[in-house]
C-alpha cells in the first residue's frame, strides 16, 4: 500500500476525469495490486454527496460503492485516527477530510488530493 485517495481522486479516477492531477493520474496507473487505498469514510461521503445531488450517477449508489470497494483497498478508522483527526491543525472542520488526512497519516501513505488546505497544512504529504 503506497497511496491513500482523497474523495474526488477516488471519483475521478473511476470516471477518467481529466480533472485529476497529471501526477496522481501517474501514480494510479503505475500503482500495483494492493497499492491504492481509502478510508471508509469515502465511501460514506461518496453516498452523501448523492443523497445531496452533488455527484451524478450512471447506475445505482449501490453499483457505484461496490465499483470503488472493488478497485481499492479499504482502511477502517480506529481509535488512533479517530484521536489524531482531532488534533490535526486544519483550517475546515470536515470530518472526511480530517478522518482521510489522518488515514494517511496514520499508515504513513501519500494523500492524493487537489484539497490546498490539506497540503497548505504541511501535516500530511499530498501530490496532485
Known sequence: MKVLLDT????????NDP????GARRIIEQAEEGDLAISDMTLLEIALLS????????????????EVAGAFRILAISPAI?????TLRLKQADPFDRVIAASALHHELLLLSRDRHL???RQVNTLW
Not at 8 to 15: D, F, G, I, K, S
Not at 19 to 22: A, E, T, V
Not at 82 to 86: F, H, N, S, Y
Open 82 to 86: 479517530a484521536e489524531l483527526a482531532m
Open 8 to 15: 474526488h481522486a477516488v471519483l475521478w479516477a473511476l470516471a
Open 51 to 66: 443523497k445531496r445531488g452533488r455527484i451524478t450517477l450512471s447506475g445505482s449508489l449501490g453499483e457505484l460503492l461496490d
Open 119 to 121: 497540503a497548505a497544512s
Open 19 to 22: 480533472r485529476l492531477g497529471k
